[in-house]
């Protein structure tokens, strides 16, 4: 099972980036996904998850500018960032948590990362 994900850059303070992340590989169902960041000298830190039935959650600090959503059928998750400030910068990962079949334990996946950088 892989989670690939992409979409990061370099914006101005205000600007806008959407991440993307999809899964492939085999299994049989993904629960939560989410999106973590790792900021310079910092601990990564969970961003924004979203559950199979669509339910969201949001550090405070990105709640009103950034929306998690996600494709069941097409295995995929997306995360729209607007009005981006330079405390958003960091190192952006995917997560999900993934049954690889029926009878065996959900267990966390993660992407390569994408570096997100926010800067006049």
């Known amino acids: 099972v892989q989670l690939q994900a992409s979409g990061g850059g370099l914006v101005q303070p205000g600007g806008s980036l959407r991440l993307s992340c999809a899964a492939s590989g085999s299994f049989v169902r993904i629960n939560d996904m989410g999106w973590y960041r790792q900021a310079p000298g910092k601990q990564r830190e969970l961003v924004a998850s979203i559950s199979r039935g669509g339910s969201t959650n949001y550090v405070d600090s990105v709640k009103g500018r950034f929306t998690i959503s996600r494709d069941n059928a097409e295995n995929t998750a997306s995360l729209q960032m607007n009005n981006l400030k330079p405390e958003d910068t960091g190192v952006y990962y995917c997560?999900?948590?993934?049954?690889?079949?029926?009878?065996?334990?959900?267990?966390?996946?993660w992407g390569q990362g994408t570096l997100v950088t926010v800067s006049s």
């Open positions: 997560n999900a948590e993934i049954r690889v079949a029926w009878g065996r334990d959900v267990t966390p996946r």
